[in-house]
């Protein structure tokens, strides 16, 4: 079945430690891709998205995501997180103007 | 600019009983979103409306839900009656150009 996937579940890192959050995806064609995060008590915010060009994409806070193409991957990335990242992350895929979302990724940074 | 609202923020009922839940996009948003978020899952589309009319209704279980948009401006979904697997977190979503979508808080309801 056509879906998003998030691998990792749970994340726990301590402040300035790298990042590295995986998303893949099994629709073949053109898609559209989004990081979406969600903050203790708050409502879901893009983080960053792609369309086409660059593949190296640059969103809030110091975040980037690259797309690959060849491995059907979008994964997140930040050199040295902060307490304030902790968070859900979320990826989708826009597919026929819907967002299929994977499962989410808790991600919990301790000072 | 106003961001999408949604309410009420909580709400716990009792099986077999029926809630509604409110959603007012942001203005001049055309395309507007209903999603349930289940813990530990991501959101899944319910509905997608175009204005007032119904794009895409195929995830929607309408022996029990049931959402309308009548003026194309906000929206409400209903469930009549509950089920304890409807406890959920109910995300409302609206998109100037059906590409990227703005979020509410949502609704969490209970069901118990």
């Known amino acids: 079945a056509q879906s998003v996937s998030q691998h990792n579940h749970h994340v726990i890192l301590s402040e300035a430690a790298s990042l590295e959050l995986g998303c893949n995806y099994s629709?073949?064609?053109?898609?559209?891709l989004f990081w979406y995060v969600q903050y203790p008590g708050q409502h879901l915010q893009l983080l960053l998205k792609?369309?086409?060009?660059?593949?190296l994409v640059k969103g809030i806070k110091g975040f980037e995501a690259e797309f690959i193409k060849s491995k059907f991957s979008f994964n997140l990335r930040k050199p040295s997180v902060q307490w304030s990242d902790t968070a859900e992350y979320f990826c989708?895929?826009?597919?026929?103007?819907?967002?299929?979302f994977g499962t989410g990724t808790r991600l919990q940074v301790f000072p | 600019e106003a961001g999408v609202a949604q309410s009420p923020r909580y709400k716990i009922i009792e099986k077999r009983q029926s809630v509604a839940f409110w959603c007012n996009p942001i203005?001049?948003?055309?395309?507007l979103y209903w999603y349930q978020q289940i813990l530990g899952q991501g959101p899944k589309l319910l509905i997608q409306?175009?204005?007032?009319?119904?794009?895409?209704d195929s995830q929607l279980p309408k022996d029990r839900f049931s959402a309308e948009r009548l003026k194309g401006v906000d929206s409400t979904l209903k469930i009549q009656p509950a089920k304890l697997e409807d406890s959920a977190v109910y995300l409302c979503?609206?998109?100037?150009?059906?590409?990227?979508?703005?979020f509410g808080a949502g609704t969490r309801l209970s069901v118990l």
């Open positions: 979503a609206s998109s100037p150009n059906r590409n990227i979508q703005y």
């Open positions: 629709y073949g064609g053109t898609v559209n």
């Open positions: 792609y369309f086409s060009g660059d593949p």
């Open positions: 989708a895929v826009n597919r026929a103007d819907k967002l299929i």
């Open positions: 203005s001049g948003h055309a395309t």
């Open positions: 409306f175009q204005n007032n009319g119904v794009v895409d």
